[in-house]
């Protein structure tokens, strides 16, 4: 597979074991036809070194904002300082997030969490950046915000998309996009596939979430951007296109939604 083709949307490498060897890491992902990634912030720490690696590294881009699990941890100074630094860097930043619900663990209270995902939002609108959104156990509330937000001047990625085919539907009305990650390889993940099925080409991403997720044959262990591959040959298999298709229109969009320049 040629290496411009794909696009790793979602990774951590900030968090082990990934941030102990980010050049190997690299190295590894471009072996396997990985040409970008985009590491991304999940707080005011996490976004400062999302900003930082990506300005060591050539091919790796940057997100920031504030995960719904720090969301009672917050206050208006943390939102202003994260727009002086979305503000001062980008050439590397290409998205906020990641920023929503989420309603499984609720390690912040609910209303927190729905009050600092309007802010960011309104934040991203304001910087004409792209959200990435985290909705876990939480997609209907996710999109009754953000189709109460007003559409004008938002758009993003459904990340790690856990719903079926009905809330991708909701979410592709929106004008966003959806992104499938290496849980499609899963045996029991059919919902899963169903959704890589459904969406239309013009709106497909695929990432990793490494170090999480790692798809089969190595689920349990660290993932790794170079893993974007095993996502991409799963979903050419479940729409019954060649791999190289879907790496293809996957890279277009990824450059598409971020504005990520040619490698």
């Not at 050049?23 to 070194?49: F, H, L, N, P, Y």
């Not at 994260?82 to 209270?109: I, Q, T």
């Not at 969490?113 to 997609?139: C, G, K, W, Y």
């Not at 095993?230 to 060649?242: P, Q, Y």
Request: negative net charge.
């Amino acid at each position: 597979m040629n290496s411009e083709y794909l696009v790793d949307t979602h990774v951590h490498l900030d968090i082990s074991p990934l941030d102990s060897d980010v050049a190997g890491v690299m190295a590894r992902a471009a072996e396997a036809g990985v040409c970008q990634v985009i590491t991304i912030g999940i707080d005011e720490a996490s976004s400062k070194r999302a900003i930082a690696c990506a300005a060591e590294f050539e091919n790796v881009f940057a997100s920031v904002g504030v995960h719904p699990h720090d969301a009672s941890r917050v206050n208006e100074g943390t939102f202003m300082r994260l727009e002086s630094l979305a503000a001062s860097c980008r050439d590397n930043l290409v998205a906020w997030g990641e920023v929503g619900l989420d309603f499984a663990k609720e390690y912040s209270p609910r209303q927190a969490q729905m009050e600092v995902f309007v802010t960011q939002i309104e934040l991203a609108r304001s910087l004409s950046l792209p959200l990435v959104i985290h909705a876990r156990d939480a997609n209907k509330e996710a999109l009754e915000i953000l189709e109460g937000s007003g559409r004008r001047g938002i758009t993003g990625v459904f990340h790690c998309f856990s719903g079926d085919v009905d809330v991708a539907r909701r979410v592709l009305d929106l004008g966003f996009y959806i992104s499938i990650t290496g849980v499609v390889t899963f045996r029991n993940a059919d919902v899963t596939r169903e959704v890589a099925a459904f969406v239309p080409e013009d709106r497909l991403l695929l990432e990793t979430d490494s170090p999480f997720l790692s798809p089969v044959p190595f689920r349990g262990r660290p993932n790794e951007p170079a893993r974007t591959a095993l996502v991409a040959r799963e979903i050419a298999r479940v729409r019954g296109v060649a791999t190289e298709e879907v790496a293809c229109f996957t890279t277009r969009n990824a450059r598409a939604l971020f504005g990520l320049p040619r490698p």
